[in-house]
């Protein structure tokens, strides 16, 4: 039976769509490895890990079993009273991969509610003995997901405060740090960053940042010296941190996290997305003993949030199974080669009239365009060319499963140059 494209067009929304005018859609009927298959027959290399998520690739063996297993046992038990093994070992996993110093685990359902629960936990923290400190600080540039605590922190201009500003908490907002990863330490932005946390930091409960590469807001790349020089405010003038590692955890920029370039531990941490390799939705809301036990040593005694689904333990063994496939497998060295093989691929499109800036880091490579791209228009034409990538604004990028091989990565490079080339 083939696939009724018409009602998913008439009736489903599809992320950031529209019901009368959708965009173009691919109905796939499977996945394996970086293969995904289209109902017309057609195979894309996958440039894009499902946003993030598919590590490993698709339909891994390991993976499968681990929720196979899991299935046969128990699917789904609430976590209000019980407990169970896949939530302890994956628990056990986040303490011991996390900076040293979190120690604390809140399961949440999604990377957009992990980052509710983080600004839940700092607001709570402040709230017996210094309530006024209840705003956060944010950068522009940032993205933090989409449900209103988390938006209220996106950048105030590409995000969506414009449709919202009379019911986002308003929040202070800093210049994104300044591009690139190597380029010079900025000495003017310090000293902004430092001034904005003398003049607000009596109103501040905590500030938020995307570790390194800050991701949908733009695709940048900064200066792990930056990081430091926020951690380091933070502790200096009461300001908790909390970095938003939904996009930079479990090795997408070389490092186990983003905080790691940096050799900070954050008061919070949020992680999501690569958690379970793409299976099923899980996020997690790390924090330090102090930050927990203050929480927990005013009124009403406890942390006051409780999905349905925490802990989910289908997708706690998922997983588990991902981290620990990821543990036994040498992946520092393949992103090194994944970074050095996008450099070497992309970085001559530098040169094409439309191309502004073309980046890499890790297992990440980014074109910035002098225009918008219609997605209408390119999505197509990538598919064409037997690849998967979901283009936003000015930017084309990939950052592809790190299981992809050279020979795969070498065509989904060409089929990005061969897009751009009939640009
Ligand atoms: N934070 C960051 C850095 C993200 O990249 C995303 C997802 N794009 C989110 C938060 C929100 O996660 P989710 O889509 O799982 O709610």
Redesign the pocket.
Known sequence: MSINLSFDRQHIWHPYSSITNPGPIFPVVSANGVHIQLENGQELIDGMSS?WCALHGYNHPALNQAIIEQTQKVSHVMFGGFTHEPAIRLCEHLVSLTPDGLDTVFLAD???VS?EVAIKMALQYWHGTKPQKNRLLAFKHG????TFG?MSVCDPYTGMHHLFSDTLSKQIFMEAPPLGYQAEADTKWLDQLETLFKNHHHTLAAAII?PIVQ??GGMRFYNPIYLSALRKLCQEYQVLLIV?E??TGFGRTGQWFGSNHAQICPDIMCV??ALTGGYLTL?ATLCTQQVAETICEQNPGVFMHGPTFMGNPLACAVAVANLELLMSWPWRERIAEIEQKLHTGLMPLIHHPAVADVRTLGAIGVIQLHEPVKLMDIQPKFVEAGIWLRPFGRLIYTMPPFIISDVELEQLIAGIVKVLGDF
């Open positions: 946003w999604t990377g957009s980052v993205y933090h997901g989409d988390a995307e991701g949908a938003d939904i996009a999501g997305k996020a």
